[in-house]
């Protein structure tokens, strides 16, 4: 598995954007995979996930705003974010893993970050 993120960039509170994570490995359909952020000052945390099979997860502060997605014939996965606010600026990285995904799994592949700025 080998990631990489792209689409970030400056965006106005209220706005949208839509970051990709694409895969170059051979094993991406079986993963699921992850988006993270860090911001400026503070620890990385998890945003949403996806499983190989299409299930689930977001983080209380982006449901209802963020939808994950995937596309296995293209190897890559979407994280659309609508209703940008402020503190949604950070850097985004998206991950993947081979495990289960559930609440707290780890993630082993790691791609580099894209900048998500939000001008309130």
């Known amino acids: 598995v080998q990631l990489q993120a792209s689409g970030g960039g400056l965006v106005q509170a209220g706005g949208s954007l839509r970051l990709s994570c694409a895969d170059s490995?051979?094993?991406?359909?079986?993963?699921?995979v992850g988006w993270f952020r860090q911001a400026p000052g503070k620890e990385r945390e998890f945003v949403a996930a996806i499983s190989w099979s299409g299930g689930s997860l977001y983080a209380d502060s982006v449901k209802g705003r963020f939808t994950i997605s995937r596309d296995n014939t293209k190897n890559s996965a979407y994280l659309q974010m609508n209703s940008l606010k402020h503190e949604d600026t950070a850097v985004y990285y998206c991950?993947?893993?081979?495990?289960?995904?559930?609440?707290?799994?780890?993630?082993?592949?790691w791609g580099q970050g894209t900048l998500v700025t939000v001008s309130s």
């Open positions: 991950a993947a893993t081979h495990r289960t995904l559930r609440i707290g799994t780890q993630f082993d592949y």
């Open positions: 490995g051979r094993t991406f359909s079986s993963a699921a």
